[in-house]
């Protein structure tokens, strides 16, 4: 299977504190990892040094086998490396729609707008967004701003999508909004590979294909959804008194 | 009202008002009409300002730098082909502001945002003691005076204190402008302007070049302002360093939050209502008006933080969700 995504022996300290240190992670096309581990394991480095706001001091990072570890984030953009924030990093002036139209133009200017207005209507319908499309991203609930965050990313039209955290601070209700969701993503788009960070153990192992698990810097374990829950060491470091 | 009740009456006020600006000079005595010329080629640069400090949100405080450079650019091209020249005259200060931005733009953009207004604030006073140190190309504190330009309507010709046909001209080449800025900041180009003053990462995470965007909005911005530069120029009959003060980029930043920042009509608004405030005041208590002027302007930024069309917007979207919500 075509590898997506990959980092190779990828290195990050800050001061002198090894936030990641040495991982290996791989992705195939479809793929849907999660990434797990306690707070401070290095989840969000590594998304960061994935997506391009963060340089690794060592190894390197591949978007469909070709090596982009010293491209900008606006050009993994580009190429169709799409993410998503843990605090959700929005525009707050900016309108709903003019988020999707944002995105949807990739970096691109003119002085006119490219008629594809109906696939930005979708898309807002999709994530449930159409009815507050004139809204500024201000103005929404914590729910919505998540939501606006992922339909920014899908309006990339990404070949890859990491996503920080995507069901932080939801009710159980939108929790299940956004699965279904993403359920519907998946199906739809077939080759879309999705790495996620998420604490809620219930949406990792509802998503996920395989689980990653950081620990300090480093990945612990990986495996299938079923073989991490089962797994002595992991429960000891991260999963605790929650494991199966 | 809805959203595009609103343009459309915003539309037809535009069209109203540039009918009565055309009708001017049969109107208005040479003093008024010298005041309302000074407010759109001031409204011009401030317009040219917005678009980098109200649209891609750079704080510049040399934005004179590029107003005195289109002023001297066309003095200088007026004061060596001749008035007739004035075409000329008005490209090249356009264009040498343009290209002075586009440089100083390239080095500018790299910095981050305290490094960006030091960095502006310094050129602005390089090129202000530049311009007063070289007396012999630029007149200093005296500055140059030009002949008029050679317009004529009907028998009415223009001159430096009665400008006449030169207003129309002015008119015509501020309302170009403006239209331009328009149809840039309302264009692709203008939405990712104002991504990056939103959220410069977040933008970066959109496939959008953030210092190649900031360059140009300077060098757009640079030009704007040369152009309102050259205008001033040929319509004033004068030109000094005091053009390159930094105190003219301190000015346009208090039209520009005056009228509203990110809204363009605003700035040319601001500097309009600005004017007049000072004219007014000025009459009332000719030994204290800046008081008045400093106490309107606290006035503004504590009851309508987002400038006189950003607070009138404020208050529509208000009302529109208001009745959306009944």
């Known amino acids: 299977m075509t590898t997506a995504l990959a980092a190779r022996g990828v290195r990050k300290a800050f001061a002198g504190f090894r936030a990641v240190d040495g991982v290996d992670l791989a992705l195939a096309e479809g793929?849907?990892?999660?990434?797990?581990?306690?707070?401070?394991?290095?989840?969000?480095?590594?998304?960061?040094?994935?997506?391009?706001?963060?340089?690794?001091?060592?190894?390197?990072?591949?978007?469909?086998?070709e090596e982009i570890t010293h491209w900008p984030a606006a050009r993994r953009a580009r190429a169709g490396l799409a993410r998503t924030?843990?605090?959700?990093?929005?525009?707050?002036?900016?309108?709903?729609?003019?988020?999707?139209?944002?995105?949807?133009?990739?970096?691109?200017?003119?002085?006119?707008?490219?008629?594809?207005?109906?696939?930005?209507?979708?898309?807002?319908?999709?994530?449930?967004l159409l009815e507050r499309a004139s809204r500024r991203a201000g103005e929404l609930?914590?729910?919505?701003?998540?939501?606006?965050?992922?339909?920014v990313a899908l309006a990339l039209e990404p070949r890859v999508l990491l996503l920080d955290e995507p069901a932080a601070g939801l009710s159980p209700a939108e929790v299940e909004g956004l699965l279904a969701l993403l359920g519907d993503l998946r199906r739809e788009?077939?080759?879309?590979?999705?790495?996620?960070?998420?604490?809620?153990?219930?949406?990792?192992?509802?998503?996920?294909?395989?689980?990653?698990?950081?620990?300090?810097?480093?990945?612990?374990?990986?495996?299938?959804?079923?073989?991490?829950?089962r797994d002595p060491e992991v429960q000891a470091v991260y999963l605790g008194a929650r494991g199966p | 009202m809805s959203r595009r009740g609103i343009r459309a009456l915003e539309g037809m006020l535009g069209l109203l008002g540039l009918a009565a600006l055309a009708v001017a000079p049969w109107v208005l005595n040479p003093f008024q009409l010298g005041f309302l010329l000074k407010i759109f080629i001031w409204g011009l640069f401030a317009a040219s300002f917005d678009v980098l400090f109200g649209y891609a949100g750079l704080l510049s405080l040399g934005h004179s730098v590029y107003f005195g450079l289109g002023a001297y650019g066309a003095a200088w091209l007026t004061l060596a082909y001749g008035p007739g020249a004035f075409p000329l005259a008005l490209t090249a200060g356009a264009l040498a502001g343009g290209i002075a931005?586009?440089?100083?733009?390239?080095?500018?953009?790299?910095?981050?945002?305290?490094?960006?207004?030091?960095?502006?604030?310094?050129?602005?006073?390089?090129?202000?003691?530049?311009?007063?140190?070289?007396r012999d190309l630029t007149g200093g504190d005296d500055g140059l005076t030009l002949p008029a330009m050679p317009l004529a309507l009907g028998g009415w010709e223009a001159g430096c204190a009665d400008p006449g046909p030169a207003y129309l001209l002015a008119l015509g080449v501020v309302v170009l402008g403006f239209w331009a800025l328009w149809r840039?900041?309302?264009?692709?180009?203008?939405?990712?302007?104002?991504?990056?003053?939103?959220?410069?990462?977040?933008?970066?995470?959109?496939?959008?070049?953030?210092?190649a965007l900031k360059w140009l909005a300077f060098t757009i911005a640079g030009l704007g302002a040369a152009l309102a530069g050259a205008l001033y120029a040929l319509v004033n009959c004068h030109v000094s360093a005091a053009l390159f003060s930094w105190l003219v980029s301190a000015d346009v930043l208090i039209w520009t939050l005056f009228g509203g920042a990110g809204t363009l009509g605003g700035p040319l608004l601001g500097t309009g209502t600005f004017f007049a405030l000072r004219e007014l005041l000025s009459d009332l208590w000719p030994a204290g008006y800046p008081v008045l002027v400093?106490?309107?302007?606290?006035?503004?930024?504590?009851?309508?933080?987002?400038?006189?069309?950003?607070?009138?917007?404020?208050?529509?979207?208000r009302q529109q969700r208001g009745e959306a919500q009944r």
Request: aromatic residues 6%; charged residues 20%; proline residues 5%.
């Open chain 1, 31 to 65: 793929e849907w990892v999660a990434l797990i581990g306690p707070n401070g394991a290095g989840k969000t480095t590594l998304l960061n040094l994935l997506g391009g706001q963060l340089r690794p001091d060592a190894g390197a990072v591949y978007l469909g086998g």
């Open chain 1, 85 to 128: 924030f843990q605090v959700p990093a929005l525009f707050p002036e900016l309108t709903v729609r003019e988020h999707v139209v944002a995105a949807r133009l990739r970096g691109r200017w003119a002085l006119r707008f490219p008629p594809d207005a109906e696939g930005v209507e979708e898309l807002l319908e999709r994530c449930r």
């Open chain 1, 141 to 151: 609930s914590h729910g919505d701003r998540r939501l606006l965050e992922l339909a």
């Open chain 1, 189 to 229: 788009r077939p080759s879309l590979a999705v790495l996620v960070v998420e604490h809620d153990m219930d949406v990792v192992f509802e998503l996920a294909d395989r689980v990653v698990v950081m620990h300090r810097g480093r990945v612990l374990a990986e495996g299938l959804p079923a073989d991490i829950q």
């Open chain 2, 101 to 134: 931005a586009a440089a100083l733009g390239a080095l500018a953009v790299r910095t981050g945002s305290h490094g960006f207004i030091i960095l502006t604030a310094v050129s602005a006073l390089i090129a202000f003691l530049g311009a007063q140190s070289r």
């Open chain 2, 184 to 211: 840039l900041v309302r264009s692709p180009l203008g939405l990712a302007l104002r991504c990056l003053r939103e959220n410069e990462l977040r933008a970066q995470a959109l496939g959008y070049n953030v210092y």
């Open chain 2, 294 to 317: 400093g106490l309107a302007l606290l006035g503004i930024a504590r009851f309508l933080p987002r400038g006189i069309v950003g607070g009138l917007r404020e208050l529509l979207n």
